[in-house]
């Protein structure tokens, strides 16, 4: 398949609003892609690379080149280039991919080049992201969306459940169920205002213990422990307390989902930053777990001795945990059976600020009668917080004044919208301590697509979880409301830009 055919799609698909007519052009294109192209152009269609990064900057991607007078580039040979691209490192390495991108700049029509320009930086706006992507892979194959959703969801990847079905049709759908040493997406929460928002909304559930730490998937087969983040990277061998917990569980083959968080001498919490060091450290293992050792505590069982439990309602779910756990081991929760009974209200919000009392970040508040969604934030897991919280990404960002000469600092966020890009909320440069700066300074250039001396424009990657105090109107915003007194709490390095708050959760908080 030629690229000019996929950023041809990519425009037809920018061009219209409906989502028919979005959704039937992309059928046609992955109808036509062959087995092995088939990861690769859904990818790309989706608006991210298969190599995520390829360490080119805006300076070397703005540079022109005279392109082609007529399409011979193919969807492979892109991929093989930019997998050239994604692996050159050492001396010389800046002025060996300038050189590769020129080489495969000047192979691609006009069209081609436009496109290339904005999948390298992340500014592909044809909307055409997993969720319209998922529906027409559908289309193409002859399936019901939902069950190649599914598939999506337990293989953890678009490209490999498309590469199956247009090689084998539907009945790859049967290769993509929930297995044991295969992680799956997590299921994520949204957000409410507090405990008696989050029960009128819900109805009969459960309230648990949210705990500031790193989320961890284990999957275990007997005597073998693998650790998966939610980001599904496998670090089995950073965590051994993990492995030795999930050894000591009454059970022979399992998934669980959880949290490893880092306790004090009285048993608090300690910060959520010295958790984030203890999992990420190159120290070797035995130092790690001397200096900082990790507690993990379980909230969920996806499956069990060869059950999958996904579809279980959650108070299903919480008694399984509980038949094979114990209960220094698992969060602590009350449930709400009754949300019009004044007695058990109370006890939630005695509950919650119990949980504050103690030192965690807030609760979750969980439907009785809810799935396990995975992949998905869905409207039966809402969080509460004392203080509103949004996980954003940072769009671009503005080089500082005075003592923040040099040193990039005010950042622009934005919050997802339905087709996957970002909606700008409004700027901030509160809460940055001295190591922030230095650090968000490097890891933002390094994103940077765009410099014009005032606003570095990035690659939309970088999560950083924002606290503020509430709404207001706003006509210089496109989601029409900007954050109110906005502060850096952290950055996510645990998260990706899919992972952010919706401007849906974000209008939410008017409500």
């Known amino acids: 398949m030629l690229l000019a055919d996929v950023a041809r799609v990519s425009r037809e698909v920018a061009a219209t609003r409906a989502r028919t007519a979005k959704t039937a052009a992309l059928a046609r294109l992955f109808g036509s892609a062959g087995p092995s192209e088939a990861p690769v152009v859904i990818t790309y269609l989706a608006g991210r690379l298969p190599q995520r990064r390829i360490g080119v900057g805006w ?186 917990a999930a050894r000591e569980l009454d059970v022979g083959r399992a998934i669980l989902d959880g949290e490893v968080i880092t306790l004090d001498d009285h048993g608090r919490p300690r910060p959520f930053q010295e958790t984030s060091s203890r999992v990420g450290s190159r120290l070797e293992v035995d130092e790690r777990q001397a200096r900082l050792p990790v507690s993990p505590v379980f909230f969920d069982l996806l499956a069990v001795d060869g059950d999958d439990l996904l579809q279980l309602p959650t108070g299903e779910r919480n008694a399984r945990l509980a038949a094979i756990t114990p209960e220094p081991r698992r969060v602590r929760r009350v449930t709400v059976e009754d949300p019009a009974d004044p007695g058990l209200r109370e006890r939630a919000r005695e509950f919650a600020a119990d949980v504050l009392e103690r030192g965690h970040e807030g609760v979750m508040a969980k439907g009785l009668d809810a799935p396990y969604v995975a992949g998905r934030r869905g409207a039966s897991w809402l969080k509460v917080k004392p203080v509103h919280t949004l996980d954003l990404v940072v769009m671009a960002a503005e080089w500082g004044h005075g003592r923040r000469t040099g040193k990039l600092s005010n950042l622009h966020l934005g919050a997802r919208r339905p087709d996957g890009t970002f909606a700008m909320l409004g700027k901030t440069f509160k809460g940055l301590t001295d190591a922030m700066l230095e650090w968000q300074t490097a890891e933002l250039l390094r994103l940077a697509i765009h410099d014009d001396g005032l606003v570095v424009r990035v690659r939309p990657e970088l999560v950083v979880e924002i606290a503020f105090d509430g709404l207001q109107r706003s006509t210089r915003y496109p989601a029409g409301v900007t954050l109110r007194f906005a502060r850096v709490v952290r950055y996510r390095e645990d998260k990706r830009a899919d992972d952010a708050d919706t401007v849906d959760t974000v209008l939410a908080f008017q409500r």
């Open 59 to 244: 300076s070397t991607l703005s540079e022109p080149h005279p392109p082609a007078g007529s399409p011979t580039l193919t969807v492979l040979r892109t991929h093989e280039a930019l997998d050239r691209l994604a692996s050159v490192s050492g001396a010389g390495a800046q002025g060996e991919r300038r050189r590769q991108l020129g080489e495969l700049m000047r192979a691609a029509t006009e069209e081609e080049q436009r496109f290339l320009r904005a999948l390298i930086a992340g500014e592909l706006r044809q909307g055409a992201l997993d969720a319209l992507a998922v529906e027409g892979l559908a289309a193409a194959v002859g399936a019901a969306p939902d069950d190649v959703r599914r598939a999506v969801m337990l293989g953890g990847s678009l490209g490999a459940v498309a590469q199956a079905l247009l090689a084998r049709g539907t009945e790859a759908l049967e290769d993509f169920r929930l297995q044991v040493g295969r992680p799956v997406l997590p299921m994520l929460a949204q957000s409410a205002r507090d405990v008696d928002d989050a029960i009128d909304r819900l109805g009969p559930c459960a309230l648990e213990e949210k705990l500031d730490g790193i989320r961890v998937q284990v999957h275990r087969d007997g005597d073998a422990v693998r650790v998966f983040t939610r980001t599904l990277e496998d670090i089995t061998d950073r965590l051994p307390e993990v492995v030795d």
